[in-house]
């Protein structure tokens, strides 16, 4: 398990060899968010494209998902 900062913002990331070669990563905190690599510096660099496209996307999304929504607090 590492970690890995994107905008200012730290995630962590798990780190998988690979039967075949490379390496898998994967963001815990951002369901869906994988990716590769054939070193351990190139999935990292990968994973970290990865983080920032899943946030720009994420934030589209939620964009247009929250029109005419009233945002509401709750506590657990």
């Known amino acids: 398990m590492g970690y890995a900062t994107v905008k ?6 798990m780190m998988k060899r690979e039967r075949v070669g ?10 869906g968010c994988i990716s590769q690599g054939e070193s351990k510096e190139e999935a990292l660099a990968n994973i970290r494209e990865a983080i ?9 999304m939620m964009k247009k998902e929250a029109k005419g929504a009233e945002p509401i607090e709750i506590t657990l």
């Open 52 to 60: 920032e496209g899943y946030l720009e996307a994420r934030q589209i």
């Open 8 to 13: 200012g913002r730290k995630f962590t990331v």
């Open 22 to 31: 490379g390496y898998s990563v994967w963001v815990l905190e951002l369901p």
